[in-house]
């Protein structure tokens, strides 16, 4: 019986593969889908627990966490594209609520990516380079970043990786109305769970045009084209009414763009230099044709399009990010293994090839091996809520009053609440949930003025400040921020300091 089993699972595994490379080549089809799945797997299950959530993990946390009427309602005023995410995520930390289970989607996604470039490298060329693709993606630090990591990033490239591979397959079958079904379905979700993946269309809208494909085939992706983006125009337009959120980015110049660069193709100079040359390779000398599209149609445009359309808007409205654009970096991997393929192409009978082409990505992996193991450092992501929250619930006890700089440190609290315990939240208006808000609202200075002088003599106060912003001149332009220091520095004097990794603790006494 257990025979049985193992060999209708083996018949099913291979039915599979047979469907996403495109190449009854057996075993070599199975490992180029499957081995990259199993190596990105390991690596983002690698030191996934970093004992802190950075802030912008610790937002999907506490957002997540809340009831959907209550997330529904805070998307009306903040962090509406990131709306269908918060709801996924709501439902994954129903079944377990810690940083580990908050990361587990980015790593099932990464995987899925790196399956599904190799799968896309077997249909465009053979089951080798789609190998080599798949291992280089993932074992790029830039990848590893955002899989390990509570954020729709890793899900919007898995996204965009099946939409390439479906629009592939959409016109290799001439365009049949079930494949451009799927396709319109998985951008619509894909651009969803972050707009700006849209970019993908005009990457593949350029795949069909230098392609020279039949207008059927054209018409086909037009008619999805246009329904994918009608699903996201609502998007659009709530999203563009809180557009502040993103005052922050600066216009892009050269440093943002050489940093996308040695992000996509890097980082070290070294692997950074051979696979560009192994692209130019690519591009200079295309492999043969084995379907309808080149590979060199599908990767290049995937890798350059979107970073080129959003640098150039980003001139007008900065949005430019290396993280909004992680869905495009499949493109360059599967440049770079169809390089080595042409170059090593008079060995192509030679089953050691395969294997040194592995082997060469594995050395890229070991050359760039401090570069893994500081992503997966408590600091790697600038800040260190936890050790912020550990030493209030060191230091602070209960019946002590709390007060955070700017507002929005309050998100330390909201991340690991049990260290705040019995505090008392001395400038919180409303909750978080109860006011839609990302931190909650905050009382004037004349209510915090009159909460500090209600406090007895003997009281202590703990001010869990942001070393990043406190002091600078945006913090001296916030007049409510201001405000606050004014009200506590009338009363109560700074006794102590306890600095970590971009916040501290400070205890205030009655003058």
């Not at 209708?8 to 469907?19: D, G, V």
């Not at 089951?127 to 990591?149: D, K, N």
């Not at 990457?203 to 699903?231: E, F």
Request: glycine share 8%; net charge positive.
């Amino acid at each position: 019986m257990g025979g049985t089993k193992t060999g209708l699972t083996a018949q099913m595994t291979a039915r599979l593969t047979a469907r996403l490379t495109g190449r009854l080549t057996g075993r070599a089809g199975a490992v180029a889908v499957l081995a990259p799945a199993a190596v990105m797997l390991g690596l983002g299950l690698w030191g996934l627990d970093r004992g802190t959530m950075w802030r912008d993990e610790g937002a999907t946390f506490q957002v997540a966490r809340r009831s959907v009427p209550e997330i529904v309602r805070m998307l009306g005023t903040v962090d509406v594209v990131h709306g269908l995410y918060y709801l996924l995520m709501h439902a994954v930390l129903a079944v377990r609520a810690d940083e580990q289970t908050l990361r587990l989607p980015s790593v099932a996604a990464a995987a899925c990516t790196a399956a599904l470039v190799g799968a896309l490298g077997c249909r465009l060329a053979r089951p080798r380079v789609g190998l080599w693709a798949g291992l280089l993606y993932a074992a790029t630090p830039f990848v590893s970043h955002y899989a390990q990591e509570g954020r729709s990033y890793a899900l919007v490239a898995a996204g965009a990786a099946l939409a390439t591979w479906l629009l592939v397959r959409a016109v290799e079958h001439g365009g049949r109305a079930w494949w451009w079904t799927g396709y319109g379905a998985v951008v619509a979700v894909t651009a969803l769970l972050h707009e700006f993946a849209v970019l993908l269309l005009a990457a593949h809208g350029l795949t069909l045009l230098v392609s020279r494909v039949s207008w059927r085939v054209l018409r086909g992706w037009l008619c999805a084209a246009v329904a994918a983006c009608a699903v996201l125009a609502p998007l659009v337009l709530l999203s563009r009414r809180q557009s502040e959120q993103v005052s922050w980015i600066r216009t892009p110049r050269y440093e943002q763009a050489k940093a996308l660069l040695y992000a996509f193709a890097g980082p070290r100079d070294l692997v950074l230099v051979g696979v560009l040359l192994l692209s130019a390779v690519a591009v200079l000398a295309p492999l043969p044709r084995t379907g309808p599209l080149r590979l060199n149609a599908v990767a290049l445009p995937l890798a350059l399009v979107p970073p080129v359309l959003l640098y150039a808007a980003s001139q007008e409205q900065p949005l430019f990010l290396d993280r909004y654009l992680l869905f495009c970096l499949a493109g360059v991997p599967l440049l770079a293994a169809a390089g080595a393929e042409r170059l090593l192409e008079p060995l192509a009978r030679r089953r050691a090839v395969t294997a040194a082409g592995a082997l060469a990505v594995a050395a890229a992996f070991v050359w760039q091996l401090p570069l893994q193991e500081r992503e997966r450092l408590p600091g790697s992501r600038g800040d260190e809520p936890a050790r912020v929250a550990a030493a209030v619930g060191r230091l602070a006890r209960p019946g002590d009053a709390v007060l955070f700089l700017p507002h929005y440190e309050r998100r330390t609290a909201l991340f690991y609440p049990r260290d705040f315990t019995g505090l008392y939240d001395l400038t919180l208006k409303r909750s978080a949930a109860a006011s839609g808000t990302l931190f909650g609202e905050d009382v004037d200075a004349a209510e915090l003025r009159a909460r500090l002088a209600r406090l007895s003599a003997r009281d202590r106060v703990w001010v869990v400040w942001d070393t990043n912003t406190v002091g600078t001149p945006w913090f001296r332009g916030q007049r409510a921020e201001s405000a606050k220091t004014g009200a506590l520095d009338e009363l109560y004097r700074e006794r102590s300091t306890t600095y970590v990794r971009g916040g501290a603790v400070s205890l205030y006494v009655r003058r």
